[in-house]
């Protein structure tokens, strides 16, 4: 391969080693490192590697606790609290899931709140988990850090708050929703600023309110805006209310912090209600369907879920390609804590 | 009152009695005259006593069970399935969220499931009593018949789907989120074309698949449009697979029928995680923060339900407005059973 591109195993083992020099458990750091290099593979770059540098931010203002370990706070029927202790968002989450999974298996039906949760990575990989499990899986996350004005506003009030949904899939993989609510993802904006890049009309204004393509005018005091008008705002106020304070993460507009992750995960046996193999029977129907509503000679429809898919395939198959920029960004962070990378040439 | 203004008790009143005239029993009649009449009050008239247009048609096919009673199929730990012996919507939705509470209260959260249930009503109405008992609530519905092309498509695949979500709010309502995830509801189209009304743009397609304002496009062989792009989409036919499988119901593109509403409900006891107080407290500041997002000397951003409330409220206080044409279609069934309505000068 490349200079620029790696297989999964490379990255994982190199964010490994930067994770346990940030000061992460072995076991911790390989989690993480998994975590995130699956962003990779299905396509979400924004959640991927890269955020190592955001992660070694937090290390020295103590938000983010590299050795702490997730735990039970209390389980208690069909509902469970988990405490991340302010460490890594990515164990705390599989810790979560797999509770959610667990008491859904045994009481039909679960919800799982995380509290004290650094950045828990991308939201669509948790509800995937479910879904592998035989279970449909709702996950929303309030982000912390106003950056996205409500609909029929223009100050900064609301987090990016992500809404994820699975079900089990047919054809290798599930179901899967997995959006920002707002237009695009702060990630995204700020790699587009990085690469100066312009930014798709109606997802940001400028610190006066006025419409703007220009990446950089977020970082000037301008605001992103919700999808959809005022039903993905509402839906951003819902995340940012009940999952900020149920986890105590508290609501973006309240807390003034930015880096906590208040989440909620749902997950719902769907054996209670239909033998699993009908349910997936149906749903390969309706994939079909789906991919037959197209305009004649133009491009299919894809199921949720569907395009992440083939990317991983592709990415599994042909490698990851990691710009020069981000090596360089990972590099800089490995070297603060005497991290070597020879397979960014570093 | 002037003759096309009147009082909710009114006009439940007259409801009533054209739905005993069908068959109901006076307890249900009493119960979706409520329902029916509480979405005028709100402001949703697409969702109001119009309906009785669309029960009516439902009654010599068989698909409407007027007498019909709905009960609990089973219940286990913290799921359980209502069976509506394809009666009426409102008073199957009504017991489910009776079951989805009371399992809550016991169990921290559950899910109920709605089968065999004709056209529900309005979805917000039972998140609203779920937050009234101090629970978030979340409710999707999968409503048969295609009517709405998948993002990407142009062929009509999916039903107008809603979602509905809510916590327990401030201020004499609760935080009410409810919305079709088409762009407009088929209900708003339908009333367009009677109207002669223009429909807004990205809202609908014409036969071909070309953008569309003419509401009669609808009925035409044209299709809805999923709100919000892709991430809509998303969440429609993820409420198409999963309340409509779940349900038995179906999936639109699979069953071709038009009628039957496949329902979840979930319900999550929010004092298990925080203390409701807190809750209120501190959602009543974000609404603080949220009314002063607004542009300098603009309007101010609304909470969700607030606008719902507000016109709740003025309703109540100044009567329902009902327009001479919607008096003549209601008179117009009352007559096929046989039933007066004086009220509309009949």
Chains 1, 2 share one sequence.
Not at 17 to 45: C, F, Q, T, Y
Not at 182 to 203: F, H, S, T
Request: charge should be negative; include cysteine; aromatic fraction near 6%.
């Amino acid at each position: 391969m490349s200079n620029d591109i790696f297989t999964p195993e490379a990255l994982e083992g190199l964010t490994s080693r930067v994770l346990i020099g940030m000061g992460a458990s072995p076991e911790s750091a390989r989690a993480v490192a998994k975590s995130l290099v699956l962003s990779n593979l299905v396509g979400h770059d924004s959640h991927g590697i890269i955020r190592l540098v955001e992660y070694s931010s937090w290390v020295p203002t103590g938000q983010l606790v590299t050795g702490a370990l997730p735990k039970i706070a209390w389980k208690k029927e069909a509902t469970a609290l988990i405490d991340g202790g302010w460490g890594w968002g990515q164990t705390a989450s599989a810790l979560a899931v797999d509770i959610a999974i667990s008491t859904a298996r045994e009481m039909g039906t679960s919800t799982v709140v995380l509290s004290r949760t650094n950045h828990i990575g991308r939201l669509g990989e948790y509800v995937d988990s479910i879904a592998d499990a035989g279970m449909m899986g709702i996950a929303i996350c309030n982000t912390g850090g106003e950056v996205v004005a409500p609909f029929g506003g223009i100050k900064r009030l609301l987090g990016t708050n992500p809404f994820s949904w699975s079900v089990p899939g047919v054809d290798g993989y599930n179901l899967i929703l997995d959006f920002s609510t707002a237009v695009v993802a702060a990630g995204k904006v700020v790699l587009a600023a990085m690469n100066d890049k312009e930014i798709e009309p109606g997802a940001l204004i400028d610190k006066n309110g006025a419409p703007s393509t220009r990446a950089q005018d977020l970082d000037d005091g301008g605001a992103l805006l919700t999808f959809g008008g005022h039903k993905g705002s509402g839906m951003s106020v819902l995340i940012d209310v009940a999952a900020g304070i149920l986890s105590g993460n508290m609501p973006a507009a309240i807390s003034k912090r930015g880096n906590g992750n208040g989440t909620v995960i749902m997950a719902v046996d769907i054996s209670r209600f239909v033998g699993l193999d009908v349910f997936r029977s149906i749903t390969e129907q309706f994939a079909v369907a789906l991919h037959d509503a197209g305009a004649p000679g133009g491009a299919r429809p894809f199921m949720p879920g569907e395009i992440e898919a083939r990317t991983k395939a592709k990415r599994l198959s042909e490698g990851i390609h990691v710009s020069r920029g981000v090596q360089q960004n990972i590099v800089e962070v490995a070297t603060q804590y005497g991290v070597k990378i020879p397979e960014f040439g570093a």
